[in-house]
């Protein structure tokens, strides 16, 4: 008690109320002491998917002295953005600069020598040979304008490009996925075992199955990828099934290529 006094006669106090000591006031922690709660546990991502290299940077000019240095400076910076210009249109996409306006596509498609299907969304890829049965999501363009893929929670979906045509379409549709994480073997961890000639399926969500059969699979590095090849062939309706490959550099850089699976439409059916 505050006061010190003892209880009343009589009165029985119990030993446990007995024996409490008085209050501490406590006026600060010690230094370095954690008093609030705990700091979240940081998120392990999965390794990261392929990327689409962005342009390289051109190294600033160096200016010149001199009065006549200087009209010589100015004429070599207008040569230099006119070659960035004519860059830019001729070789953006090749390194995921105009990623969108590769996928647009010819103004007049070619003649229908062979099966071509309305536009309607991918539900379900089906690929036998490596025993994948997937559904399959929407993915656009990541920030660094590189092609996104599904989030890693669900990382055994596949991925179809929105940007480009839906499978079926005149143009190579883009399906991607993850070939592992930091947990095991992902969708697309076989990718490279395929051969040409076996057959890809793809359910629509107009009740169509879209069959593709293999002409080839390939592996590129990633800052070599052929884009005009891989996104912009509009000769007839094909597919391109693509996720990393080769050797694992860590990082953001994840790994060192990307395989690539080409395939062409040769029948469709009801699901």
């Not at 092609?147 to 079926?168: I, M, Q, S, Y």
């Not at 069959?211 to 590095?221: A, C």
Request: net charge positive; with cysteine; proline share 13%.
């Amino acid at each position: 008690m505050a006061s010190g006094k003892q209880p009343p006669a009589g009165s029985r106090v119990p030993d446990a109320v007995a024996r409490k000591r008085p209050a501490q006031v406590i006026t600060a922690p010690p230094p370095g002491m954690i008093t609030g709660p705990l700091p979240p546990t940081p998120e392990i991502r999965g390794r990261s998917p392929f990327r689409i290299p962005l342009p390289r940077r051109v190294p600033k000019p160096q200016p010149v002295r001199g009065r006549k240095g200087g009209m010589v400076g100015i004429a070599a910076l207008v040569l230099l953005f006119l070659g960035l210009f004519v860059f830019g249109l001729g070789m953006g996409f090749a390194t995921g600069f105009d990623l969108g306006g590769l996928f647009r596509g010819p103004d007049e498609p070619p003649p229908r020598a062979f099966p071509v299907l309305d536009p309607s969304r991918p539900e379900r890829l089906e690929i036998p040979s490596i025993k994948v049965s997937a559904p399959v999501l929407e993915v656009g363009l990541a920030g660094d304008g590189s092609v996104d893929v599904p989030p890693l929670k669900r990382h055994n979906e596949a991925g179809w490009f929105e940007g480009g045509p839906t499978p079926g379409q005149f143009g190579p549709a883009l399906i991607v996925g993850h070939a592992d994480t930091r947990t095991g073997p992902s969708i697309f961890h076989d990718l490279d075992t395929m051969k040409p000639g076996q057959e890809i399926r793809v359910r629509r969500a107009d009740g169509t199955v879209a069959v593709f059969e293999v002409n080839s699979v390939e592996t590129f590095d990633k800052n070599e990828l052929p884009a005009q090849r891989v996104y912009g062939d509009y000769s007839r309706p094909s597919l391109r099934l693509m996720t990393c490959g080769g050797r694992w550099l860590g990082g953001e850089e994840g790994y060192e290529d990307n395989i690539v699976v080409f395939a062409s439409l040769v029948s469709s059916r009801e699901s």
